[in-house]
């Protein structure tokens, strides 16, 4: 007997906003979040110094010494983004977290990198002196999921998805196909990352990074013929993944229906996309859902504004729905939030679904005529009424993900 998958609540920490009304105010104002950061003017050879990195926040007072001591920054953004998400549900007190009935589905690129740092630095002196108690903790790289599952006790699985750009969207497929399975109840899912020079430098070795240091505010440009490149962000967000029928049973408010998944590997090479493994990620998605491509009104592309990617991903989105569907990426205005980005552009597409309004890629001036002729939202939103959308990512490794949400009536 499978079950139907609700989400029930949704939070988050983004670039550009930590609450949907403040996120919704910043896509209506079609301005991205990139900044220039001086603070990486020390590091020689990075040639791209813009990232989007978050507003000030604080954790609230029962975010005690001891209870923090094994957090890094990015187990932070995961558990707060958690608890305003469980908050949202209605589940922040309630027995079923810590019934076993409850599990934590959570990822992140890496463990936070200062911890990392302090690690490699016992390497590089061959002193302990920078190791203490608690590093391994805070840059091991399931560091979010089991701080989540800590701080509030759950006792269910836990499933760790530390893969990149998917971290947060696998997450999500794991959550709903643990709950479709009556495997658990409830599933606390999303991905968090935390900003580093070092993910930039990544990129920069790839030549995958923007360089428009003194224009921030005219990249990352999906899809444009004059695209240079991605630039990075951090943030974190969390879905509360849920059965139906338990959710109507305690009045839950529902905000979206989760009714499929798929996630597909390349097998072909770590850091170059292969558009057919995207494609089948997606048509897999669909058949899980039982639809059509044509019933699906959106999509949340991947849009990273690399050559490569942007390329294979729109003529793989053009090759499963054989139209111009409507299509738009959220990386333009907060980065790519790496780990994060699944589970924060999985969030806003379903706030967009139930506001009937889809933001536009903003920069994106002239399509680049070698991606597919899809029908890229620009200059201003749109508003749609949709039943159904669906959000892609794909990591490095060869990691695909496809989610499709329907509309709660």
């Not at 009104?297 to 490569?308: I, M, R």
């Not at 933001?359 to 749109?382: M, S, V, W």
């Not at 490794?397 to 496809?402: E, F, K």
Request: charged content about 20%.
């Amino acid at each position: 007997m499978t079950h139907r998958v609700v989400i029930t609540g949704m939070s988050g920490l983004s670039p550009i906003g930590h609450s949907w009304p403040e996120i919704e105010q910043g896509l209506h104002g079609y301005q991205n979040k990139i900044r220039y950061i001086p603070e990486w003017e020390i590091f020689s050879g990075l040639n791209c110094r813009l990232a989007a990195p978050l507003p000030p926040f604080e954790l609230p007072a029962h975010y005690s010494r001891k209870r923090t001591r094994g957090m890094g920054r990015v187990a932070q953004l995961a558990t707060r983004s958690s608890e305003m998400a469980l908050e949202a549900a209605g589940l922040l007190d309630d027995p079923v977290l810590t019934s076993g009935r409850t599990g934590v589905a959570y990822g992140s690129s890496s463990g936070s990198t200062p911890a990392l740092s302090d690690m490699a630095r016992l390497l590089v002196t061959e002193n302990t002196d920078s190791v203490k108690a608690n590093t391994y903790i805070q840059m091991m790289p399931h560091t979010t999921a089991v701080n989540v599952s800590v701080f509030f006790g759950t006792r269910g699985r836990l499933i760790p998805t530390s893969s990149a750009c998917t971290s947060g969207s696998l997450a999500i497929g794991m959550a709903y196909e643990s709950v479709r399975q009556g495997q658990q109840t409830v599933m606390i899912a999303g991905g968090a990352e935390e900003l580093c020079p070092s993910q930039t430098a990544v990129f920069d070795t790839l030549f995958a990074t923007s360089t428009r240091n003194d224009e921030p505010e005219k990249t990352p440009r999906p899809f444009d013929a004059s695209r240079d490149g991605m630039t990075v962000g951090e943030g974190a967000a969390t879905l509360i993944v849920e059965d139906l029928d338990h959710a109507r049973a305690r009045g839950a408010k529902i905000q979206a229906e989760i009714v499929g998944f798929a996630t597909t590997t390349d097998g072909k090479h770590l850091t170059q996309p292969a558009e057919e493994s995207m494609a089948m990620a997606m048509r897999l998605a669909l058949e899980d859902a039982g639809l059509p491509a044509q019933e699906v009104g959106y999509v949340n592309a991947h849009g990273t504004a690399t050559e490569l990617g942007d390329i294979a991903e729109s003529q793989a989105t053009l090759s499963i729905y054989g139209q111009p569907v409507p299509i738009s990426s959220l990386k333009s205005y907060i980065g790519h939030t790496l780990g994060a980005c699944g589970s924060i552009e999985a969030w806003v597409t379903v706030e967009m679904l139930n506001s009937d309004w889809y933001a536009p890629t903003i920069n994106l001036e002239r399509i680049d005529p070698r991606c597919a002729e899809l029908d890229y939202i620009t200059e201003c939103g749109r508003p749609m009424q949709n039943e159904y959308v669906m959000t892609n990512q794909f990591a490095f490794g060869g990691i695909n993900t496809s989610l499709v949400f329907r509309r709660w009536q």
